[in-house]
């Protein structure tokens, strides 16, 4: 009889607005627990590709470091054979002087000498030996921090994905031959898990070695 002089909505039309309210909410929340559960799970994903990171990291830094002790073996028996290899020289010496005073030490100089060239000839199979083993391990090191820092996902290769290996980074002056004699892999098995149909590479380019 009054009228709504004071301007409220009347029960029905408010009643209406919020079952429209509700209805439009309960639509949104399946979509946002969606985007929530996606969230959750990126950052997990994150997660677990840093630590597999720090992981590969480790890992590289102590191969490195046992390469580096490695070398330093090596080196010290160079040093303790070239050691060895002058204080012959010197006896050497010695005898040849007193073998111009008293004539007598042909033989025994003789036999220094063929000592020497014993020495000699293992200290340059040492010395190859090592040169291998730092190329061998130079290769499994770069092979290393490059797998360290290649992106996570899906491989190019699908060898590489069925088969446990290296993957080794052509360098100047490499061929497919030095590169296998570095990993000890024959050739084919090389061409054959990168689909080469030749022998030809490139420098830069990426190879899979299988074990």
């Known amino acids: 009889m009054w009228g709504n002089p004071w301007g409220f ?9 919020f079952r429209h309210a ?10 946002v627990a969606v985007l929530f559960l996606a969230g959750c799970e990126t950052f997990y994903q994150n997660s677990r590709y840093a630590d597999e990171s720090r992981r590969e990291a480790v890992r590289v830094e102590m191969a490195r470091q046992q390469q580096l002790r490695e070398v330093d073996m090596l080196k010290a028996k ?18 040849e002087a007193a073998q111009r005073e008293a004539g007598n030490t042909a033989a025994e100089t003789a036999a220094l000498r063929r000592d020497i060239d ?11 030996e090592v040169v291998d083993e730092l190329s061998r391990e130079m290769a499994k090191l770069l092979a290393a921090q490059s797998a360290a820092a ?21 360098q100047p002056g490499q061929t497919l ?17 990168n689909d080469l149909k030749s022998d030809v590479i490139r420098v830069g380019q990426v190879l899979f070695i299988p074990d």
């Not at 004699?181 to 050739?187: I, L, R």
Request: net charge positive; aromatic share 4%.
């Open 78 to 95: 160079v040093e303790s054979s070239d050691l060895h290899l002058q204080q012959l020289y010197t006896r050497i010496d010695r005898l």
């Open 177 to 193: 031959s030095q590169i296998a004699v570095e990993y000890k892999v024959p050739v084919a098995r090389i061409k054959e898990a």
């Open 118 to 128: 014993q020495l000699r000839a293992e200290r340059e199979s040492l010395k190859r």
């Open 9 to 17: 909505e009347s029960p029905p039309e408010h009643q209406f607005r």
């Open 22 to 31: 509700m209805k439009i909410l309960s639509r949104l929340l399946p979509l």
């Open 150 to 170: 290649a992106p996570r996902g899906g491989s190019s290769r699908g060898s590489s994905s069925r088969q446990s290996g290296w993957e080794h980074k052509v």
